[in-house]
Nanobody
Framework: QVQLVESGGGLVQAGGSLRLSCAAS????????MGWFRQAPGKEREFVAR????????YYAQFVQGRFIISRDNAKNTVYLQMNSLKPEDTAVYYC?????????????WGQGTQVTVSS
């Protein structure tokens, strides 16, 4: 089992940057594919990005391609989401998720979320 705790959210102006972190408990972090989702008020949760257990493979939702970068440090049990060129429509609660082994569309483990607000 793995527990996830996100941090790094906050208020930023449009065009700015934030880096989210997700710290995972457990000694088997390196065996989990990791991902980020987000949920804006009144909208369904949506996929943002994912990274394989090795960090070699990444995949992004089209609306963040070229702006967001997902990475991980298995030695620190942490996955990151670098968010650049932020837009007001990026405002949402961002959730970290983990899937054992290969990525799954509905990961089993979730963090509590961190709020990102982008002002215009």
């Amino acid at each position: 089992q793995v527990q996830l705790v996100e941090s790094g959210g906050g208020l930023v102006q449009a065009g700015g940057s934030l880096r989210l972190s997700c710290a995972a408990s457990g000694r088997t972090f390196s065996s989990y594919a990791m991902g980020w989702f987000r949920q804006a008020p009144g909208k369904e949760r949506e996929f943002v990005a994912r990274i394989s257990w090795s960090g070699i493979s990444t995949y992004y939702a089209q609306f963040v391609q070229g702006r967001f970068i997902i990475s991980r440090d298995n030695a620190k049990n942490t996955v990151y989401l670098q968010m650049n060129s932020l837009k007001p429509e990026d405002t949402a609660v961002y959730y970290c998720a983990a899937a054992e082994g290969s990525w799954k569309p509905t990961p089993h483990y979730w963090g509590q979320g961190t709020q990102v607000t982008v002002s215009s």
